[in-house]
């Protein structure tokens, strides 16, 4: 079975710096996709960035980039230079065995909170 | 171009009674999913879609069911339903070769 861990309920940063959020996962299969979202106080799921089990490269999306350690199971979501707009639930997520997008595992998720 | 849509956006059920959650998408998705979100337990997956004609349960799916006659539709429905199923459902709807889950704007069910 596959498990996705986000450790941090709640994180406060200041406007302006950089914020890792924390994901580890647990799967036996060795293709599979990670996966960030947003949830702002509206409610809606709001993709953010996607990794592949087999890609080399950390996965860059404009302010968000995704550390990936293959070997420590580990991909956490950097976002540069936060701003107030940032403030929202943040989910990891990993796909089904073979990239399978239709069955997806959800962390707990972090709650991100931006101090102007 | 709409992606996902879920009607009704609001719901309050009485206990026992039945209903149908809409879920339908635009992009001529293969895969479409049914997940619930509970406070401090992120989103689980109740049935999934891999096709017209092709569904399968997720981790929670008891008290649910689904079908999926078109490509484009993906209904969820509550038979009888109970105290423990108010909460907030997404569908969500992906291609085989994409790396994105394109999800609704969420149903925030209540039953009393």
């Known amino acids: 079975a596959q498990k996705i861990t986000q450790t941090q309920p709640g994180m406060f940063v200041q406007e302006k710096e950089a914020v890792t959020l924390d994901c580890t996962y647990d799967?036996?299969?060795?293709?599979?996709?990670l996966f960030w979202y947003k949830q702002p106080s509206s409610g809606e799921m709001i993709f953010l960035i996607y990794q592949g089990s087999y890609d080399q490269q950390n996965a860059t999306e404009g302010r968000y980039s995704l550390n990936f350690q293959k070997a420590r199971k580990s991909a956490n979501l950097v976002i540069s230079a936060s701003q107030l707009g940032d403030s929202a639930m943040y989910f990891c997520?990993?796909?089904?065995?073979?990239?399978?997008?239709?069955?997806?595992?959800f962390g707990t998720g972090t709650r991100l909170t931006i101090i102007p | 171009n709409a992606g996902v849509t879920q009607t009704p956006k609001f719901q309050v059920l009485k206990t026992g009674q039945s209903m149908t959650l809409q879920c339908a998408q635009d992009?001529?998705?293969?895969?479409m999913s049914w997940y619930r979100q509970d406070p401090g337990m992120g989103l689980r997956l109740i049935h999934y879609s891999v096709g017209a004609g092709i569904t399968d349960q997720g981790e929670v799916p008891n008290g649910y069911n689904v079908s999926r006659s078109t490509t484009e539709d993906f209904p969820l429905r509550l038979l009888s339903a109970a105290p423990s199923q108010t909460s907030v459902y997404f569908c969500?709807?992906?291609?085989?070769?994409?790396?994105?889950?394109?999800f609704g704007q969420g149903t925030r069910l209540t039953v009393v």
């Open positions: 799967t036996s299969d060795p293709s599979y996709g």
């Open positions: 992009m001529n998705h293969e895969y």
């Open positions: 969500a709807s992906s291609s085989p070769v994409g790396t994105e889950a394109f």
């Open positions: 997520a990993m796909s089904g065995s073979n990239f399978g997008n239709e069955k997806l595992t």
